[in-house]
């Protein structure tokens, strides 16, 4: 039974050579359970910009924060089954850019983040995916 499981997962993972298609996945799936907790409280939230009163971050920014999360989690799932596509890997490329930025300035400009473990993981997770893709960008996008 639990092979029958484990091979109709593998049926749906991509099938593109390589393990950014996975990862581009397995970031989107967090993504989407992100924009979950967005949408359903501001705990996380509001440990993610530790450094502004709690009462600062309103129901409508962490939905705001849960749109714009989805969107990438969309892209970026996109590029896991499309990862040969120019254009969706450089519109993945650039959620990731996007992230960083974000994530950078709340921590080094606007100082509304503090450096902690919810703000660690989305700066990690899109500087090392930023290095991938621009390492792998021949190898995955034809010249």
């Known amino acids: 039974m639990a092979?029958?499981?484990?091979?109709?997962?593998?049926d749906y993972l991509p099938k593109t050579e390589g393990l950014l298609p996975k990862w581009h996945l397995i970031v989107a799936t967090m993504a989407v359970f992100n924009t979950i907790q967005n949408f359903a409280t501001l705990k996380l939230t509001r440990r993610l910009y530790a450094r502004?009163?709690?009462a600062s971050i309103t129901a409508l920014q962490a939905r705001t924060f849960a749109v714009w999360t989805l969107t990438s989690a969309v892209i970026r799932g996109?590029?896991?089954?499309n990862i040969n596509n120019k254009t969706i890997y450089d519109m993945a490329l650039l959620t990731y850019?996007?992230?960083?930025?974000h994530f950078t300035s709340e921590i080094c400009f606007f100082r509304t983040a503090k450096i902690n473990l919810p703000v660690l993981s989305p700066v990690i997770v899109s500087t090392a995916s930023l290095i991938w893709m621009l390492r792998q960008y021949d190898f995955y996008v034809a010249p």
């Open 3 to 10: 092979t029958q499981i484990q091979m109709l997962l593998l």
């Open 52 to 54: 502004v009163p709690s």
């Open 97 to 101: 850019l996007i992230a960083f930025g």
């Open 78 to 81: 996109y590029a896991a089954y």
